[in-house]
């Protein structure tokens, strides 16, 4: 009964670089939600994905961020040409429907750290 | 305006005592809100939501909504060492947002042996 599972755990990054951060959602889940959370700030939306569709990316930087999710395997969020800027803790979530009445849990998170 | 508000705290009770948690939100189409606890390092992790008007409690902890007054409460009764975190509060998003959370910035609780 594993729950959300994101890899990797820590991420260094040289500035320029490429991150890539990867989310598998719970078994039988098919709905995907991305959220950074910024020191000393708290979490914010960054996009929702279903399987194969872009539902809502509200919340992601215009340029150098994009997301996807596959048929098969976890969701990707991807960063280009990163920047200190982009130092943060990223967390998802998932659910086997759109939205959640109970809440959302949260994998353990990618901690991203561009120097 | 900030969309959630709360208290950043450092918010310090002694052990035993209760600790009160407050957020107000602008979103008067939120239906249901989420208490979640982060510890330093750690991902968020849920311990209670709420949607009607009212109390509701879970062992050590009682969630209160008002509506009409757009404000939201976690207390927590007999304080714990182990209490000590980062509380956030998570209005739901509204209509077609619904699956969408808006946290605030939270509020840090120290309990003090």
């Known amino acids: 009964n594993a729950g959300v599972m994101q890899n990797p755990r820590h991420l260094v990054r040289r500035r320029g670089q490429e991150a890539r951060l990867r989310c598998s959602p719970m078994k039988g889940h098919s709905h995907v939600y991305w959220y950074r959370q910024l020191p000393e700030e708290g979490l914010k939306f960054m996009v929702y994905?279903?399987?194969?569709?872009?539902?809502?990316e509200s919340g992601m930087p215009k340029e150098r961020f994009s997301a996807e999710f596959p048929k098969e395997g976890p969701s990707i969020l991807r960063i280009q040409q990163v920047v200190r800027g982009d130092s943060a803790a990223y967390f998802c979530?998932?659910?086997?429907?759109?939205?959640?009445?109970?809440?959302?849990?949260f994998g353990s998170g990618t901690r991203l750290t561009v120097v | 305006q900030k969309e959630v508000e709360q208290n950043s705290g450092p918010l310090s009770v002694p052990e035993g005592a209760i600790a009160s948690l407050n957020c107000t939100y602008s979103d008067r189409g939120s239906q249901s809100f989420f208490w979640y606890r982060q510890y330093s390092g750690k991902s968020p992790e849920l311990i209670m939501f709420i949607y009607s008007n009212g109390d509701k409690e879970d062992g050590r902890f009682t969630a209160q909504l008002n509506k009409a007054s757009q404000y939201v409460s976690l207390l927590i009764r007999d304080s714990q060492p182990s209490d000590s975190a980062t509380y956030l509060c998570a209005p739901q998003g509204s209509g077609g947002s619904n699956y969408k959370l808006t946290f605030g910035k939270g509020t840090l609780l120290t309990v003090n042996p």
């Open positions: 979530a998932s659910s086997p429907s759109r939205g959640t009445n109970y809440g959302y849990t």
């Open positions: 994905l279903q399987k194969e569709n872009i539902i809502d």
